[in-house]
């Protein structure tokens, strides 16, 4: 499978603690994406990467959140010290940095839950 | 920032065809999107209109008005397979990122 992976698919914590989730795109593309979605809404906007550069962070991403992307590869999003209105599901998308750029390609999501 | 909005709920039947609407407000607009998503799943491209018009791609076809703010996306010969959430997405500058409308759940009955 060459598609866009992510991981874990499921995460259950408890208010207060830190996670990571990593996303994994596919090989060729420099642009990945992070968005957040919750029930009956669409995705929203948290922040992007052109290659290892972080290019735009959303008001949305408070400092409990922190993304990275040290070789321009893989990414991880943390969130620190976890609310329970962080519950959503966190998408991961790539796309190449071309004129093809616009197409998305998202990965099956991480569904966070904070008890 | 952008409104982008679209029906909650449509209903149609199997072989039919549904127009699903969508209308935003934003500034700098660069492109439209849509995404099909099926519950539990990613979101999965469907289609991007950049200019005034019509484009087909199959059973499916997206339309857009940049002076009117205003798409559809036309889906035909329904299956229902079909049965899905729809996402409008627009994009204001070249780095792509996506505002998604809340989506319109079709439901295809037999």
């Known amino acids: 499978d060459t598609g866009v992976s992510q991981d874990p698919r499921h995460k259950i914590t408890k208010r207060g603690q830190n996670v990571t989730f990593r996303c994994d795109p596919i090989?060729?593309?420099?642009?990945l994406y992070w968005y957040r979605q919750t029930l009956g809404q669409g995705p929203e906007f948290l922040t992007y990467?052109?290659?290892?550069?972080?290019?735009?962070k959303s008001r949305l991403l408070s400092d409990r959140f922190s993304a990275e992307r040290p070789k321009g590869s893989f990414s991880t999003l943390e969130i620190q010290r976890t609310e329970q209105g962080d519950s959503a599901m966190y998408l991961c998308?790539?796309?190449?940095?071309?004129?093809?750029?616009?197409?998305?390609?998202f990965g099956p999501g991480t569904r966070l839950t904070v008890t | 920032g952008q409104n982008i909005d679209q029906p909650t709920e449509m209903t149609a039947t199997e072989g039919a065809i549904v127009q699903i609407n969508c209308t935003y407000q934003?500034?700098?607009?660069?492109?439209l999107f849509w995404y099909q998503q099926h519950a539990g799943e990613a979101p999965t491209f469907l289609s991007y209109?950049?200019?005034?018009g019509l484009e087909e791609k199959g059973r499916f076809s997206s339309f857009l008005s940049r002076s009117k703010g205003y798409s559809y996306l036309l889906l035909k010969e329904l299956q229902m397979k079909d049965s899905a959430s729809y996402l409008c997405?627009?994009?204001?500058?070249?780095?792509?990122?996506?505002?998604f409308g809340a989506g319109t759940t079709v439901t295809v009955r037999a």
């Open positions: 998308a790539s796309s190449l940095g071309t004129d093809r750029a616009y197409e998305q390609y």
């Open positions: 997405a627009v994009s204001r500058s070249n780095d792509y990122k996506l505002s």
């Open positions: 990467f052109q290659n290892e550069a972080q290019l735009e």
């Open positions: 090989s060729e593309h420099n642009r």
């Open positions: 209109n950049v200019l005034d």
């Open positions: 934003t500034s700098g607009f660069n492109g």
